[in-house]
């Protein structure tokens, strides 16, 4: 798994490695092992997949606060996607 940082130091690109042969593909999208080593200690309560049909398409802004605060993970299986975080968090070295 590559993990890379991002200006917001809770937000990382996490880039699955792929075992490829004849048949396809095998990839570990999650590992809670290989996860908790790198810093990641969340329980996973909810997993969701959704599908759009048409470039362009805009999907929710999603804000918790405590105690209802959730880590996300966001997968794109084909295509791209342009996800954006915005830390409002005031004294966060990232505000803004």
């Not at 590559?2 to 200006?7: G, H, K, L, S, V």
């Not at 809670?32 to 470039?55: I, P, R, T, W």
């Amino acid at each position: 798994m590559q993990i890379e940082n991002t200006a917001i130091f809770e937000v990382k690109v996490l880039t699955p490695n792929r075992f490829g042969d004849e048949r396809g593909f095998f990839s570990e999208s999650w590992n809670k092992d290989l996860m908790e080593k790198a810093g990641f200690n969340y329980e996973f309560v909810q997993d969701n997949h959704s599908k759009s049909e048409q470039a362009g398409t805009v999907r929710g802004l999603h804000f918790q606060s405590p105690p209802h605060a959730q880590a996300k993970l966001v997968r794109c299986g084909q295509g791209c996607l342009f996800d954006v975080a915005v830390d409002f968090r005031n004294g966060s070295p990232a505000f803004g």
